[in-house]
Nanobody
Framework: QVQLVESGGGLVQPGGSPRLSCAASGIIFSLNAMGWYRQAPGKQRELVAAISSGGRTSYADSVKGRFTISRDNAKKTVYLQMNSLKPEDTAVYYC???????????WGQGTQVTVSV
């Protein structure tokens, strides 16, 4: 059974720098591309960042230069370091596994990130 479990969300002040984590099980993690998506209220889910099995990365223009995706194959975990957060970054953030550059075969349950004073 595939499981992707996100953690690290919560209430963050504007300008904050939280790090999201996603622990994977039930898949050959090192062979999967991983991605982070987000969905804000009333908006479609969007791909924020992706990382290939070989470490190639891609980012949405809205987060380029502020967010960094990384992976630790030994820990079967993918991370999203978010810096300089803005209120418009408020969303439920989802982890996904699959094929690069749009990994979407397996999904986590999501973690809420709220950027507010």
């Amino acid at each position: 059974q595939v499981q992707l479990v996100e953690s690290g969300g919560g209430l963050v002040q504007p300008g904050g720098s939280p790090r999201l984590s996603c622990a994977a099980s039930g898949i050959i993690f090192s062979l999967n591309a991983m991605g982070w998506y987000r969905q804000a209220p009333g908006k479609q889910r969007e791909l924020v960042a992706a990382i290939s099995s070989g470490g190639r990365t891609s980012y949405a223009d809205s987060v380029k230069g502020r967010f960094t995706i990384s992976r630790d194959n030994a820990k079967k975990t993918v991370y999203l370091q978010m810096n300089s957060l803005k209120p418009e970054d408020t969303a439920v953030y989802y982890c996904a596994a699959g094929n690069y550059p749009v990994p979407s075969t397996y999904w986590g349950q999501g973690t809420q990130v709220t950027v507010s004073v």
